[in-house]
């Protein structure tokens, strides 16, 4: 890095520690005291949100990890995934305890820069899990392939609608990378190998399920030939099973895919109100990035990337062993 660019950079990091200072506020964490110092190895993990079962899933195979390796970890993220500012907070409050490692989750991945160069100039390592920040500072990052599970999305609606007709996507963000990517690999697929298929609308629900359903049932009150919707995470995939419900359309009416796990998501492909979905592996992204973060610690360099995987589940395979095990609820 130039040494200007390295000065603004530090400055911006001081500015940022100089606006989060005093308490943070939560809306989950495993520890509220905790802080590093003693024998025992700590690391501390932040999260995008706390509200949705994928981030309790991933908390239990960090936790799960944590137990195994003998360390102590806290998991914290805010009440949506739209709260930016407070999610700044937690990553300053973990620097200033001066863990032995930070697992963190970006959800703006600009806003975290100056925060990374904190963590840099405190020589703590920082391990990356869902989504990434826009620095060279993070050792490792543990995700699911977005772009390729967008993709595999649009191969199963492609064939659900007959591979033609009017599609739309109630994505969860436009600005961190699981949202852009898990829209653009869904976008992308039906450009390249389903012509006749037509993309009409594209908009964000920030996960909130009565944000997305509102934006659902207007998608489909606006486009009547409407076949298919695809909702790009928890939040969005249950805004519009709760949409296609408001509007008493009737299972088959309307094609509905989803993203990630959770027990409504479960329930809503077992009544056919939702065709299928992508589940991700929490609990592995929980486990590799706490495995990583020790790693780090102990002086091990761990992978740049760490692909979690990501599978189709629907009526057909949800009881599959290998489904059943990536499935949370």
Known sequence: MKTGKKVAFVAAAA??????????????????????????????????????????AVKTGAESKAKELGVKVTF????????????????????????????????????????MEAAEAAEIPVIQFDAGCNSDYPLSIAKTDSLGAGALAATHMAELIGDKGEVGIVGHSQINSTGVERRDGFVEEIKKNHPDIKIVDIQYGDGDHLKSADIAKAMIAAHPK?????GTNE???????????????????????GFDSGQAQIDAITNGMMAGAITQNPIGIGEQTVQ??????????????IDTGFFWYDKTNMEDAEIAAVLYK
């Open 15 to 56: 500015a940022v520690a100089l606006m989060l200072a005093g308490c943070s506020t939560s809306a989950g964490s495993t520890d509220d005291s905790a802080n590093g110092g003693g024998d025992e190895l700590y690391i501390a993990l932040v999260s995008k949100g706390f509200q949705h079962q994928f981030w309790q």
């Open 235 to 257: 939040g969005s995939a249950i805004g519009i099973v709760g949409a296609v419900g408001e509007l008493g359309l009737k299972a088959g009416d309307l094609t509905v895919i």
């Open 226 to 230: 409407l076949k298919g919707l695809y």
């Open 292 to 305: 990583a973060a020790y790693d780090a610690i102990r002086g091990k360099t761990p992978e740049k990337v």
């Open 76 to 115: 914290e993220g805010p009440a949506s995934e739209t709260e930016v500012d407070n999610q700044l907070q937690m990553f300053q409050a973990a620097i200033d305890k001066k863990p032995d490692a930070i697992g963190y989750a970006a959800l703006d991945p600009e806003a975290c820069i100056p925060l």
